[in-house]
């Protein structure tokens, strides 16, 4: 657990402060890149947006709220 909270720690530090009533948000981008043990590389970055131009953002919305997390 103390090596996923540094991960998620260092990977917030980036932002300059994280508004309460996005923290969700924050928090599911994170799970997503860290579960999927995303490269920092061009090609996988242009793949990933890539993919997500495939949806509708309600399609997307409708996905992330209703999909169940498993740790």
């Given amino acids: 657990m103390n090596s996923y909270h540094s991960r998620l ?8 402060g994280v508004a309460t009533k996005y923290l969700q948000h924050y928090l ?3 799970r997503y890149i860290d579960s999927k043990e995303y490269e920092n590389t061009s090609s996988k970055k242009k793949n990933m947006l890539f993919k997500s131009c495939l949806f509708t953002v309600d399609d997307t919305n409708k996905k992330l709220r209703l999909s169940a997390y498993s740790c």
């Fill in 9 to 16: 720690k260092k990977w917030m530090d980036r932002f300059n």
């Fill in 28 to 30: 599911t981008w994170f």
